[in-house]
């Protein structure tokens, strides 16, 4: 029977009842944990069982033993009260590290030394010595109860109590930093709608171009500060450009921006930008904290040694876009992450208590990480310090505040919490930030001013981020201040809007149904106007433009063309009485209006690519995908095609003297070289041009001489005196460039006397 209480004692759940004691008393514990709980109670060590659990359940003892117990103390316990009055060790020193209690062992082994929380056997142990569970450090690896009695009172305190008990602080804790992630999301938004318009260079080092990024920066509104940089931007400040840098890293992992295949420029892309910032809070916030754990090129650990002037990294690698500096921590800055999600910091707590939370949790991971990764950082507790000092500061995920004695505390709020992944309590979330903005059904409600001058004020703290998101595609943001941003409609920024899918109707109801007042008459017809001109602008990837100086002759020329085109969909634009444009590679009829009409001139888009290649004497081949409709009519004039070896893919053609004479019968040459030239892959080869030369003017000439010898002055003024002597102009055959001088070989000791009379030393080669 006594076996079989006993078994039934240590299968309970919930607080230690007196039922449960006696039975653990009667097997469970040995004679030395009687003693040890009887002494602990104020009893005889060797009281009666009975008396030493109705001494458990007396109101008045636990009631004083309670009212002894410091803060911290007391919410353990209230934190097993709230689990039901019982827990593993184990569990509940990992719980209280997740609230950020920090390590809360010694305090346990108080609490055990007085009994308050009793540790139980586990199934199949008996004879307990409690003592020697203390005394070993393994009374965590017990469950660990309290009376009944203290379940009862402090059961509703563990939400109360929170890590703040733990800190010594005094009085309230004032924010210094306030979580922004709006401010970063607007930044994002600024920079990466500017990239669309026009690129950023980089350097050789992958570092952004500081004249072309200072374009970018100056709207950027850097941490705590209300405003843009405006003229206080100073890219020489390692912090400014550092945070620009960050920026950069998070919008090339959320793709809005990329570079390009020789890593010179970054571009802005707008389908990646649109999909972003018109998708849901929840989707945004999944986006942010993906981007910000998977960072390649971007380094926390080297961010804040610039901040606290440890060290000082590779000033160039650092802000590099195409060095991966951050790569090597994306393992260990989602283990910190993951960390602080599964924690419960709901309120103040300081922050080495979760700098402690971050490294104790599982002490090996993240420097066996580190180590792996190795990126340098010999101690864990650096890297964690670097992603909450740094890394979740620059995200704007994270509040800071300090006491009145210096206490630094952090705490995850609002949508600091969501996007970390914290499961934020609703009653204090609303209680705490209840005025901090609109509820979501009075968000974009009167959020901006639609003024006569085509200006737009825009109250950010009111306005839905889809709605900014639209302002960036029809204004340009020429103001941010105080939480209110100025956009200025220009005819170019509304229309470049409507190349990107708006349209006058769209942007109209936007302004109306997010403005105080409907937007003025002058500038809906201004943006209807804007949206007309638009319409007539019309971009035309290829054609051919024709010109002829008799306009009546271009208008025979057009309908004969028109004949050819019936029952085709060809378009003809008329730029003037002697232009016309047709938007198409390769009309049907031009090439046969060419070969009949000389006086016509035909422009393609674009310079005309070489096409032609000389691969034998007057030889050349073509390849008919790459010649343009000029150079294949022009070769069919010159050359005759050759058939072998003449394929689909390339044409060979043998050039005709008489046809060149024939097409250009006036400065043959020049024409047909001039012809050649362009198209000629490297130009015309020498040799050819010398052979067309000789064909089309007179056979070249060339005059060897035998037995003679070259004389080579120092300079051209020696060779001029030298040639006026009379008895050289006797010997000398010919001059040969500015310097020499051709004498044959039967005048050769003349030649020597002539130079030793003029002092003039000969060296022979």
Request: charged share 30%; glycine share 6%; aromatic share 6%.
């Given at each position: ?286 986006r942010l904290i993906n981007a910000f754990q998977n960072l390649e090129y971007w380094s926390e650990v080297e961010s804040l040694s610039l901040a606290i002037a440890q060290r000082h990294p590779d000033y160039e690698e650092h802000f590099s876009l195409t060095e991966p500096t951050g790569e090597s921590f994306i393992g260990a800055r989602g283990y910190v992450l993951s960390v602080l999600r599964r924690s419960r910091l709901k309120r103040w707590t300081r922050r ?362 120092e300079s051209k003024i020696v060779a001029d005196h030298f040639g006026r002597v009379p008895e050289c102009e006797m010997i000398i055959e010919e001059r040969v460039g500015e310097r020499a001088f051709t004498v044959n070989e039967e005048h050769r000791e003349e030649l020597d006397e002539i130079l030793e009379d003029l002092k003039i030393k000969a060296s022979y080669k």
């Open positions: 029977m006594s076996k079989q209480r006993n078994d039934q004692g240590r299968s309970q759940s919930g607080p230690l009842t007196t039922d449960e004691l006696e039975s653990l008393f009667e097997r469970g514990y040995g004679l030395s944990s009687h003693r040890f709980i009887s002494q602990a109670w104020d009893l005889d060590p060797d009281e009666d069982p009975e008396l030493i659990a109705s001494q458990i359940e007396d109101e008045d003892q636990v009631a004083e033993r309670l009212k002894s117990l410091d803060t911290v103390p007391r919410a353990i316990l209230s934190q097993v009260a709230a689990s039901g009055g019982r827990m593993r060790g184990e569990n509940l020193r990992r719980d209280l590290l997740l609230r950020g209690f920090g390590d809360t062992e010694d305090i346990l082994r108080d609490l055990v030394n007085q009994c308050i929380l009793v540790p139980i056997p586990n199934p199949g142990e008996s004879e307990l010595d409690i003592e020697a569970l203390i005394d070993q450090d393994s009374f965590l690896q017990h469950d660990l109860a309290v009376p009944p009695l203290v379940e009862h009172e402090l059961n509703d305190e563990a939400e109360s109590l929170g890590p703040e008990a733990v800190g010594t602080w005094k009085g309230s804790i004032e924010t210094t930093r306030d979580q922004d992630l709006d401010a970063l999301e607007l930044n994002l938004l600024h920079l990466s709608s500017l990239l669309q318009q026009e690129p950023l260079r980089l350097n050789k080092s992958g570092a952004p171009n500081r004249r072309s990024l200072r374009r970018f920066a100056r709207g950027i509104a850097f941490p705590g500060d209300r405003g843009e940089a405006g003229d206080e931007l100073d890219l020489n400040d390692a912090i400014q450009l550092d945070y620009l840098t960050f920026l950069l890293a998070m919008a090339l992992e959320l793709g809005f921006i990329e570079k390009d295949e020789d890593e010179t420029v970054v571009n802005g892309r707008h389908e990646e930008v649109r999909d972003y910032f018109c998708a849901s809070e929840d989707d945004r916030n999944r080495e208590a979760i700098v402690e939370l971050c490294s104790r949790l599982d002490p090996n991971y993240l420097p066996r990480t580190l180590e792996n990764a190795d990126a340098g950082v010999e101690d864990a507790l650096d890297y964690i310090e670097a992603v909450l000092d740094r890394g979740l500061v620059w995200l704007g995920a994270s509040e800071a505040g300090e006491s009145e004695d210096g206490v630094e505390a952090l705490r995850f709020q609002g949508r600091g919490a969501e996007v970390i992944g914290l499961k934020a309590d609703s009653d204090e979330t609303t209680s705490e930030h209840e005025d901090d903005g609109p509820s979501p059904e009075d968000e974009g409600e009167g959020c901006l001013v639609v003024q006569p001058n085509y200006e737009v004020m825009l109250f950010l703290d009111a306005a839905p981020l889809d709605v900014i998101f639209h302002l960036y595609h029809i204004g340009e943001r020429n103001n941010l201040s105080e939480r209110v941003a100025n956009f200025q409609l220009t005819a170019e920024s509304v229309q470049w809007g409507y190349s990107h899918g708006l349209d006058a109707d769209g942007v109209i109801e936007l302004l109306n149904d997010n403005s105080h007042a409907p937007v003025p008459d002058t500038v809906e017809f201004q943006l209807r106007d804007w949206e007309r001109v638009h319409q007539q602008l019309k971009l035309y990837a290829d054609g051919v433009l024709l010109r002829h100086s008799d306009a009546d002759k271009l208008d025979l020329i057009l309908g004969q063309l028109e004949h050819d085109w019936r029952g085709e969909d060809i378009e003809t634009i008329r730029l003037g009485p002697s232009s016309v444009f047709i938007p198409e590679d390769d009309p049907p009829g031009l090439e046969r209006v060419i070969e009949q009409e000389d006086a016509l001139d035909i422009d393609y888009l674009g310079e005309i690519p070489p096409s032609l290649y000389f691969v034998d004497s007057l030889e050349l081949m073509a390849d008919p995908l790459e010649c343009d409709l000029v150079t294949l009519s022009e070769l069919e004039k010159i050359a005759d095609k050759l058939e072998e070896p003449s394929s689909e893919g390339s044409q060979f053609y043998k050039l005709s003297i008489d046809a060149i004479k024939a097409r250009w019968p006036d400065n043959t040459l020049e024409n047909v070289v001039e012809f050649l030239d362009v198209r000629t892959a490297g130009g015309i080869p020498p040799g050819q041009a010398l052979k067309l030369k000789s064909l089309l003017q007179e056979p070249l000439h060339a005059t060897l001489s035998e037995d003679v010898f070259v004389v080579i002055l």
